[in-house]
């Protein structure tokens, strides 16, 4: 039998069908992102030379009307209690030498702006690039003589919210000059689109080539990584890009690398460097 | 119980040569002309399991990409793939058994897992590799639903 004209046939109907979807298929939504009624945040950017899609579209655009409006009033906002702790961490003395973050850095509103919006940067001591989590492990071990924070333990993702939430509505950008950074984005970027796991699935299969459509009740979207820590109210609670990294991965069934992982930290780089211009949103507010 | 397995490991091994005890094995599948023209199993496919199977999520959880108004009283369907209203109609059993064990083979593009292929990604999780997501017979189960789909 030739099968070939009912493929053909098929096709046509399935593509007819598809274009019909999409018409009614709602998309990012058009809206603007004010927090307070005060701090503009970038949430449509131009993409970076090299980048994919034509326009870099925050997370926010894909959520419903009433998750929006959660992080545009930092009072509705659940991860801004986590903010909270991590301001009070900021003043926690800890570790032998008697020290807090705020004994070196004093006001973060000062000393911590805008450097949520470079990191990762490359870090030449240990030869790999470093995030707000990783500098402040290094801190709290060669300066505060504490215990490094194990990953998303003690007050780890609560102090990164808060020093990120330092440069709210900053545009994000990272620095590739720097040392070995471009090998590391290139490293990250064969991960982004590496298939994994039994159902065979690589970042792009959903947020490059299907992102604006649904899974089930969940809207896909670019997969920027400009808002986090984020506040989840699947979990109600801030999670951590290394850990929804992991559970992206976790779902194709495959097994996950290790959080701060040398794969971890390119995918970081990399993924990063895809949301280049758009507002640090730390913390958004999430599905 | 033992005659059965005797009966269908002889109709599978008459059909298409390799055969484990409950249906042809995942490297074993012939596609030819994109079509799997023997059926999988000995047993014919239950269109009512497989529509079961179709809207597990921990099975086909094919609502997740596809549309499907014959199951219009579940929540949100998935729109990553076409609508299968009509899908009997517009294909082959033949095809769609296809489609369904390994769509790359039809699509290379297409992002749908193969249910039962070992063409699968990297690193799978340590207990599922050398599984398929379905069985031989779950496959055979969601084509006949699919037929249904007029």
Known sequence: MNYSRFIAAGLGVAITTTFVAATVVAGPVEDTLVIDDEIEIITRAPSSEGHPLPEVISGWHYRTDSTRAMEADSFANGGMLGVEQGAALWSTVEGSEGKSCESCHQDAATSMAGVGAIYPKWHEESGRPMNIELRINACRVDNMGAEPYKFDKGGQKPLTAFIKHQSLGEPVKVNLEEGEMQKWWEAGKELYYKRTGQLNLSCASCHELNNGKHIRADHLSQGNVNGFPTYRLKQGNLISLHNRFRGCIRDTRAEFPDAFSDDLMALEVYTTWRGQGLSVETPAVRQ | ?150
Not at chain 2, 54 to 77: E, T, V
Not at chain 2, 128 to 150: C, F, H, N, P, R
């Open chain 2, 1 to 150: 119980m033992i005659r059965r397995l005797i009966v269908g490991c002889c109709a599978g091994l008459a059909l298409s040569g390799i055969v484990v005890a409950d249906g042809v094995a995942p490297d074993a599948v012939e596609i030819e002309n994109l079509a799997i023209a023997t059926p999988l199993t000995s047993t014919v496919g239950n269109a009512e399991e497989g529509k079961k199977i179709f809207a597990n999520r921990k099975l086909g959880n094919c609502l997740a990409c596809h549309a499907n108004s014959d199951m219009a009283d579940q929540l949100f369907h998935g729109e990553v793939g076409p609508s299968l209203d009509g899908a009997g109609t517009r294909w082959q059993p033949e095809i769609l058994r296809t489609i369904v064990v390994n769509a790359k083979a039809i699509f290379p593009e297409t992002v749908m897992p193969g249910f039962y292929s070992l063409d699968v990604g990297a690193d799978v999780r340590k207990d599922l590799i050398g599984k398929t997501i379905l069985s031989a017979q779950q496959v055979e189960d969601v084509v006949a639903y699919l037929e249904t789909l007029k």
